[in-house]
């Protein structure tokens, strides 16, 4: 217990010796973990993007385009009638250029002389099940249900959101590959950043270094309180990052930010805990890495064995 | 405690510093090292601590034999080997109290230890009123006795001292080989390098002479 609170002591000693160094080296770690909690907190929001999408999504059947308007109340009836269906809501060419027209206000000079043969007839379908988890296989076997209709019925096609869905996730897995090497990246420039700081510091000791080499010190005593050094810069910079990246975040505007058919609930979300938890003590561990490689070099040449 | 058995040191393509050097100091024995500057006075010594390899031969000190020191064991060595050099070495920013206990803080050892012992050694040299000055603060010759108390303070079983007087005038001198001496009565094996003739006199020890890195007179 006394060592580890002279090896502190020892760590405070040297990072005292070099405010400017420290806060360099620290600042230098923040921006670079930074772009990387930038890079999580969209992934974060990514995924919960593809989540909301999975749950809120609904069902929407496309009827051919020969249908008569009579038949859609009888053919939603079914639909309504089919296992996992809360409701439907039935609209015939017309309503849906309306819907069309409704959902782009802003656009209507675009959609000036469309006529009601652009859109066919749709039946928008509610599913009854609302429980996050099942609802995506509820979804799939109504879907199913709905395709297996349309051999003997007016339905054409069914959008369940699968698309959409697909071409997120292929979206999260390039950021996923990003960040990763993104990550590499910090984790090498983080490494590079702390090992240079702390060669700086072990050469502003070197009187020191030397007498504790002269006077029998093992290497681990060297090492252990730039150890200390290394992990506080790098924990010291994750929380500097995390604290930038929240207030970055905080001061985006809220509204607006995501797509609005994706439907934002409560604007951006922040990293997990875990997360900050875990990159705090994942930078603390390369502190302690690049802390190793300096002293190392430190010491062989050194002593020149 | 030292033994030299045929060692050569040679650095680079040069002349070696030191050749063919065979030596023989008992536990608890007191010798001086002389000779001209350029001898390989500071080799011999810096061999003994192993922060020099020879080229040739064997060196056993303090029950290690140096020429098959793994780097790792080093610091074992050197815990059994005090030393103490003209240019005295202390940490600037620290206290003479703190210079002290440096040596045995970096060695684990636990505070309530550390204190009563620097205090004793301290007053020992002849420093315990001074325990708190600053190194820059102090005399040329407190600053030597404050370099000779981190040397003493782990009770090594040899203490190396290179020209330890070399910046001191003759009574200054003096004071500071009595410490040595005072050391060498209890128990610890002592070498010193100087080429103070006068004083090496008036201790009136073991000396021996090297000249271009050869032992060229041994007597006392
Ligand atoms: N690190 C070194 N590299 C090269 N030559 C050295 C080194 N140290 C000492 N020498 C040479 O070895 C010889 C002995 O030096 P040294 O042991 O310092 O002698 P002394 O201490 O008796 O003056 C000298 O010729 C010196 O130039
Ligand atoms: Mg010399």
Redesign the interface.
């Known amino acids: 217990m006394?060592?580890l609170v002279?090896f502190a002591a020892q760590a405070a000693r040297s990072i005292g010796a070099s405010p400017v160094v420290q806060v360099v080296a620290v600042s230098t770690i923040a921006v670079a973990l930074m772009v990387l909690g930038a890079v999580g907190v969209g992934l974060v929001n990514l995924d919960g993007l593809i989540d909301r999408w999975r749950a809120d999504a609904d069902l929407v059947v496309f009827l051919r385009p020969n249908t008569p308007d009579s038949e859609l109340p009888t053919l939603a009836a079914r639909i309504e009638a089919l296992d996992g269906v809360a409701a439907t809501r039935a609209l015939d060419r017309d309503a849906a250029l309306a819907d069309l027209r409704a959902a782009f206000p802003d656009d209507a000079p675009l959609l000036d002389g469309l006529d009601r043969t652009l859109l066919p007839a749709v039946i928008e379908v509610r599913l009854a099940e609302r429980d996050r988890e099942t609802r995506d296989a509820a979804r799939q076997r109504v879907a199913e249900a709905l395709r297996a209709m349309a051999a003997f019925s007016a339905v054409d096609a069914v959008d369940d959101g699968e698309d959409l869905i697909a071409r997120l996730q292929d979206l999260r897995t390039g950021a996923r590959a990003g960040g990763a090497v993104l990550a590499a990246l910090a984790v090498l420039a983080v490494i590079f950043i702390i090992s240079n700081t702390i060669r700086l510091t072990l050469y502003a000791r070197r009187?020191?270094l030397?007498?504790?080499?002269?006077?029998?010190?093992?290497?681990f005593?060297v090492r252990a309180p730039c150890y200390i050094e290394g992990a506080f810069q790098g924990a010291a910079g994750a929380l500097l990052a995390t604290g930038g990246l929240w207030l970055m975040i905080r001061a985006l505007p809220q509204e607006g930010l995501l797509p609005v058919p994706l439907g934002a609930e409560a604007g951006l979300r922040f990293l997990p805990v875990e997360a900050v938890v875990l990159g705090t003590l994942g930078a603390a561990l390369v502190g302690v890495l690049a802390s190793h490689l300096a002293t190392g070099r430190f010491i062989r040449r050194d002593?020149e064995? | 405690m030292i033994r030299l058995f045929h060692v050569t040191k040679r650095y680079g393509r040069d002349e070696p510093a030191l050749s063919d050097v065979s030596l023989r100091l008992d536990k608890g024995e007191f010798a001086f090292v002389t000779g001209p500057s350029g001898a390989g006075k500071s080799t011999l010594l810096k061999l003994l601590f192993a922060a020099e390899r020879p080229t040739d031969g064997r060196i056993l000190v303090a029950g290690h034999d140096l020429s098959r020191l793994r780097a790792s064991s080093v610091p074992i060595l050197r815990r059994n080997v005090g030393v103490v050099f003209q240019d005295f070495r202390l940490l600037p920013r620290r206290s003479v109290f703190d210079n002290v206990a440096f040596a045995l803080e970096v060695l684990g050892q636990p505070r309530s230890r550390i204190r009563p012992r620097v205090e004793q050694v301290l007053r020992q040299v002849g420093l315990g009123h001074k325990m708190d000055a600053l190194p820059l603060r102090l005399s040329g010759g407190e600053q030597q006795r404050v370099a000779i108390a981190r040397a003493l303070v782990g009770e090594p079983a040899v203490v190396l001292a290179d020209e330890p007087t070399g910046n001191l005038d003759a009574a200054l001198s003096r004071d500071i080989m009595d410490l040595f001496t005072d050391a060498h009565i209890r128990g610890t094996t002592v070498l010193v390098a100087t080429h103070d003739v006068q004083l090496m006199r008036a201790v009136g020890k073991r000396i021996i002479r090297l000249e271009r890195g050869r032992v060229v007179e041994d007597h006392g």
């Open positions: 006394h060592r002279w009187d020191e030397e007498i504790m080499q002269l006077v029998g010190a093992s290497d005593f002593d064995r």
